[in-house]
């Protein structure tokens, strides 16, 4: 569970407390993308972010939850990136998921000709929230772990289904974090350049995990239904 909690700072080990984060944080991404799923309509709001990040840091950080109060003195580790000021934060937030609800999921089957074009609007959205959720940096701490856990949720309702193998994205991210913040420093300099947003590093990144993830996983499904078909002939 390590990219569900994995540090800002530094990829060290986790506390308790904060394994304890990761597994709720886990349960709670698996129980909005089912309701969406069910529903078929997911609205992204602030708030959502905010839930994410107070399961993600509760009793690491006092602010756990709350959008920070002060402008940050220095860049974010691993990144030259230099956030926004405070005041700003709550419309860039804002602004962030009125660009991704723009793109809504089209809750396609698996037989449906244009699930291949769901999917690549699912790792668009998706790695559009990772990158710009660490761009505005709106917390204290803990920004990457609540990015990646956004990420993974948009991916798993545009994509149609909530994957439960291990390790999950947010985990595969954290295992080439270094290529992670390359992806992530090439989008903030496209965007820093000319406001634009160029992402094709990092979807191809999160891409690269997500179908690793789901190939693992389907290995898996045909492992079990093969013993159990062993059995049954037994």
């Known amino acids: 569970m390590v990219g569900w909690g994995g540090s ?20 709670l991404v698996a129980r909005e993308a089912r309701a969406a799923l069910k529903a078929r309509k997911f609205v992204l709001e602030p708030d959502l972010i905010l839930r994410m990040h107070f399961t993600a840091m509760t009793k690491v950080i006092e602010t756990a939850g709350s959008i920070r109060k002060v402008d940050r003195p220095k860049p974010i580790f691993g990144s ?61 701490d803990g920004n990457g772990r609540t990015s990646r856990a956004l ?29 992670f913040y390359r992806c992530l420093e090439a989008a903030d300099s496209a965007y820093k350049k000319k406001k634009r947003i160029r992402l094709q590093q990092l979807e191809n990144f999160v891409k690269k995990h997500y179908q690793a993830q789901l190939r693992e996983s389907l290995e898996r499904t045909t492992e079990r239904t093969s013993r159990t078909s062993l059995l049954a002939i037994d």
């Open 8 to 27: 800002d700072h530094s990829p060290g080990l986790l506390t308790e407390q904060e394994v304890e984060n990761s597994l709720r944080l886990t349960d």
């Open 80 to 140: 030259k990136h230099q956030p926004p000021a405070y005041k700003e934060v709550e419309d860039h937030l804002r602004g962030m998921c009125a660009y991704i609800n723009a793109s809504p999921p089209t809750f396609p089957g698996d037989d449906d000709p244009e699930l291949r074009q769901a999917l690549d609007r699912g790792i668009h959205v998706a790695s559009y929230a990772i990158w710009r959720l660490n761009w505005i940096h709106p917390f204290d």
């Open 151 to 179: 990420g993974y949720l948009l991916l798993s309702i545009h994509s149609g289904m909530f994957d439960t193998a291990s390790p999950a994205l947010p985990d595969r991210i954290c295992r080439e974090r270094l290529k």
